[in-house]
């Protein structure tokens, strides 16, 4: 026995691929290319121990959707029902029938019965195994493989075998092809600029030229009056009449998201003294710190570059005395790099890390941060996965553009969302501040996609099962007695285009919670622009000259006030413009929500979307202003659901009417 392996591993060597593999093997999988900044270094030696994860079939992701709306639509009976953990692990869970097929076969192969465990997470076979011993199962031999940045140092092979009443009820294997295929981009040019933007806003020095009040402010209390040129708490709580906070309990925290920036004691500090003096000194988040995230940091760090302060300032001022739960996710090296999020949902659902969909099984080295880290200061812990329970509601105001990502991966991720939605985890996602281009940098200089930089360049995640949020503002000679009109303004070199971002995703087509308000958009406000239709594999973006996919999920889901807000930022007083302002402000809104739904024993009110889709009544609709780049006109904010405002900006107490109505 062990000289008949010798013997195949020496054929293997010479690189003798002739060597007929067993009649009843079958390739399984295959890639063509290494991954770009991974070289294949030496030969694995053949008692070196490997862990060997062989990632099984999923079930029911086909059906996902329809347990995610099962809890999450208004009109189901099944509304708030929301999953345990444990129910969504079983649910997506491989059957048993295949778990035995395939740990039958690995036991006739050799492989010892006590070797092999079954995940928590029921996706998996894990055992350690010599490598002569995987490169017989597998037919196949392992190479080292070598980051050439980091110097990390991972296993795989280029292509393996299994027996072929194994192979549909294997997914993946690993060590094995490991990184999906990088998509094709014939036509398009890519950027080096690192993937993960730090926060989509800007901040301008404030200014206080001389101003005549609108005619309408006279009326207004005194702390209203200037709302149209500074926005505050104050102002906010009236455009969308939130009432004062008075809660605070055990299950209602608000997660924030943090990567790369960091917030300042003092800056809050400020901010809470001038605008909100409500919330005592000194107030702070509870630090759920991922992956070598730290906070808070001096005012005048590098680090502190606005976004943790702003989005804090936010969620104090509208909550309080509620909590915030902060996420600082990455290390200082990783946090500007590391374009997935995965690291995060890692840490906040163990499963995660070794979850295997479309092709992909857990993190992307090369698009994901990998722990440890080598470099210098990196956080030398391994990654971390299951070790914070999710907040029910996490705001997070950074992205990349889609595509920045291979389809599969954000597919992958989206999963993970759907699954987090099921368990009634609310996310809000800033759409991105740059129209219907990504942040200027990202794949070209534009923001935009293809060779004349003109094709729109949707911003992710675009994933129907999280809330996309937008922006809105009032202009100078406006009250919080007028409608708010699209975020728009000219900041500058850069940002003369600066609104809010909105579109139609190449990755992720229409949900049916979406069908009829994209169709009615459609029907009667055509944008009047090119388009194409994308294919499956989203390898079509922009044929026959179409901006824009047609047939694509369309965001924002919602919009808030997201200029002229007044902040500290090394405590220097700004006006900060972007998403990432609107999308705590939803945040902090579906906090309050809950809170009044806990005081009355019902649960979180979760996946959001399909319940605002039914009931857009509840929302203020936003009909004015455009988000216009890559050249051309960009879309309109019109009545009903628009790719600028969503269905618009929240009004308090419909919503709370609303969600106090249901189960
Ligand atoms: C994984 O990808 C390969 C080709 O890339 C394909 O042949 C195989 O069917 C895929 N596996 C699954 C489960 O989709
Ligand atoms: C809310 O709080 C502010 C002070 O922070 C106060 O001026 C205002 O009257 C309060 N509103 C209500 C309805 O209690
Ligand atoms: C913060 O402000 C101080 C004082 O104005 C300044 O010296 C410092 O460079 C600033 N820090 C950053 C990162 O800009
Ligand atoms: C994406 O996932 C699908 C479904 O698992 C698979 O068939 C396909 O080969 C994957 N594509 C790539 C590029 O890995
Ligand atoms: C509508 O939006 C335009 C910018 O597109 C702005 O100049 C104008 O003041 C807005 N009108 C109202 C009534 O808000």
């Not at 014939?186 to 206080?208: A, E, I, N, Q, V």
């Not at 329970?389 to 990349?400: D, L, N, Q």
């Not at 553009?401 to 996602?429: I, M, V």
Request: a negative charge; glycine letters at 10%; proline letters at 8%.
């Amino acid at each position: 026995m062990k000289c008949q392996l010798i013997a195949a591993a020496v054929a293997f060597a010479i690189g003798c691929h002739a060597i007929p593999t067993p009649a009843t093997h079958a390739l399984h999988e295959k890639r063509s290319v290494i991954p770009r900044l991974w070289e294949r270094g030496s030969r694995i030696e053949s008692d070196a121990i490997l862990p060997v994860r062989i990632g099984l079939t999923q079930n029911n992701l086909d059906n996902g959707y329809e347990y995610l709306m099962d809890v999450s639509h208004p009109d189901s009976p099944n509304f708030g029902k929301h999953w345990t953990a444990d129910e969504v692990h079983d649910i997506f869970a491989p059957a048993q029938d295949a778990v035995e097929a395939v740990r039958d076969w690995l036991i006739s192969a050799g492989v010892k019965a006590t070797e092999i465990v079954h995940s928590d997470n029921k996706g998996w076979l894990a055992m350690n195994i010599p490598t002569w011993q995987a490169e017989e199962l597998f037919q196949t031999e392992y190479h080292e493989h070598i980051h050439s940045d980091s110097g990390a140092v991972k296993v795989g092979c280029d292509e393996y075998y299994l027996p072929d009443h194994i192979r549909p009820h294997v997914d993946y294997i690993t060590p094995g092809v490991k990184l999906s295929a990088t998509l094709k981009k014939s036509k398009t040019k890519r950027s080096s600029t690192p993937h993960h933007k730090p926060g989509p806003f800007k901040k301008l020095p404030g200014h206080f030229s001389h101003w005549v009040p609108p005619t309408a402010a006279g009326t207004l209390p005194a702390d209203l009056q200037d709302c149209g040129r500074n926005i505050t708490p104050t102002c906010l709580k009236a455009l969308y009449q939130i009432p004062n906070a008075t809660i605070k309990d055990s299950v209602n925290q608000l997660g924030l998201y943090e990567s790369g920036d960091i917030y300042s004691q003092e800056d809050l500090n400020s901010f809470f003294a001038d605008y909100a003096p409500y919330v005592p000194q000194g107030t702070h988040p509870l630090l759920d710190s991922i992956d070598g995230g730290q906070a808070p940091v001096d005012p005048g760090s590098e680090y502190n570059t606005g976004e943790s302060d702003i989005d804090m300032d936010i969620a104090y001022s509208l909550i309080y005395p509620q909590t915030v739960t902060l996420y600082q996710v990455d290390d200082n090296i990783e946090a500007f790099t590391d374009g997935g999020f995965n690291t995060f949902l890692d840490a906040l659902d163990g499963s995660y890390c070794t979850y295997t969909a479309y092709n992909i099984t857990g993190n992307s080295p090369g698009v994901d941060a990998v722990y440890p880290d080598p470099a210098d200061g990196g956080y030398k812990g391994p990654l971390q996965c299951g070790t914070y329970k999710p907040t029910r509601v996490i705001s997070v105001s950074y992205g990349v553009s889609e595509y920045d990502a291979p389809l599969n991966y954000t597919r992958r991720q989206c999963n993970e969302f759907l699954k987090l939605g099921l368990q009634g985890h609310t996310f809000l996602w800033a759409s991105g501040d740059y129209g219907v281009a990504s942040f200027p940098g990202d794949d070209n200089d534009n923001g935009c996609l293809g060779d004349d930089s003109t094709i729109y360049n949707p911003s992710f995640p675009t994933c129907p099962y999280v809330t996309n949020v937008g922006a809105t503002r009032l202009y100078d000679d406006q009250t919080v007695l007028d409608e708010e009109s699209a975020m728009q303004a000219n900041l500058g070199p850069g940002a003369e285009l600066f609104s809010s971002a909105g579109g139609f995703a190449n990755y992720f087509p229409v949900p049916d919670y979406q069908k009829s308000a994209v169709a009615s958009y459609f029907e009667y406000h055509d944008p009047g622009l090119p388009y194409y239709t994308i294919n499956a594999d989203a390898s079509n973006i922009g044929e026959g000259g179409g901006l824009y996919n047609r047939v694509g999920r369309g965001f924002p889901d919602v919009s808030a006030n997201g200029a002229e807000f007044r902040a500290y930022n090394n405590q220097t007083l700004y006006h900060f413009y972007g998403t990432s302002l609107a999308a705590p402000i939803w945040g902090s809104i579906i906090t309050l929500i809950n809170e009044e739904r806990t005081l009355i024993g019902k649960g979180p009110v979760g996946f959001i979307n399909p319940t605002l889709y039914a009931n857009a009544w509840a929302l203020n609709d936003i009909v004015n202003g455009s988000n216009p780049g890559c050249g051309s006109a960009g879309f309109a904010a019109v009545k009903g659901w628009d790719p600028v405002t969503g269905l618009g900006t929240p009004s308090f107490p419909k919503l709370l009417a609303l969600w106090l109505g249901l189960p």
